[in-house]
């Protein structure tokens, strides 16, 4: 009996904490292209031509990754603008990237909430550049912005929540995360991005993505062992059977006091 008690607490602790905390300490933030293994290169050409409006919903496939989509959503405009640096976007992408920018007017900067990411599987990394938009129309004496990146689960489940990077001179950052986990569990599922200015403003921004493909040993990480779906039907029939017993072993020691 004593044995489905200590089984009953220590499965207890498991959900617990599986509940108590979504954060996995072996998903981490990559700030360089060297970092991810860059599996699948997302063609956002595919969006359409240069200034096709994109709304939100929209989805590609992600080539390099058999069976990967994904799709673009939350800006509060509706939508998006296809744009080509060096011609809609005067900014300091390569010459010729196709991007997205949440500037759907294509007119001057306006303020907005950022974006989300989703995919149809469980992604074990992501990255790229990203730019504030050099046309948002305030004082440009400080250039800089930072870009705060969000990644959750299926679940929408927070598991890097507001990690950031900060260009000083206004350029493009390399910003993404990589999942170290060898399990990869809760899966990664969506990514959510938004810009801020020197002085805090959420302004729009263009950026172009990569996608690495599994989860897998890569810089940074130190893994965090996160109960398995499996493991937690486990305790709860254990615990099931740990309350059953009880409560017969109270009613058998209630009859032997009444005797």
Known sequence: MWKLSLIWGVCSLMLVGAVASSARADVVLVTSPGQLTA????????????GTFVPNG?????????????????????????????????GSF?????????????????????????????????????????ARGVDLLDPSFTVFIRVTDVLHEVILFDGSVTSADGSAAFIGFRDNGPAGFPPIRAVELHVDDAIGF??????????????GPGPGGGAQPVPEPSSLALCAVLGVAGVVNRIKRRRQLQRSNAV
């Open 39 to 50: 599996d699948g290169v997302i063609n956002l050409g595919a969006f359409g031509a240069e």
């Open 58 to 90: 929209s989805s590609t496939p992600v080539p390099g990754i058999p069976g990967l989509t994904m799709s673009v959503s939350g800006n509060i405009d509706g939508g998006f603008l296809r744009v080509d640096q060096g011609s809609l976007w005067s």
């Open 94 to 134: 390569t010459a010729g990237d196709k991007l997205l920018s949440t500037n759907p007017t294509g007119g001057a900067g306006t303020i907005d909430d950022g974006l989300s990411l989703d995919f149809n599987q469980a992604i074990g990394g992501f990255g790229g550049f990203v730019q504030l938009d050099p």
């Open 202 to 215: 959420h302004w729009d921004f263009a950026f172009d993505p990569v996608v690495q493909a599994g989860a």
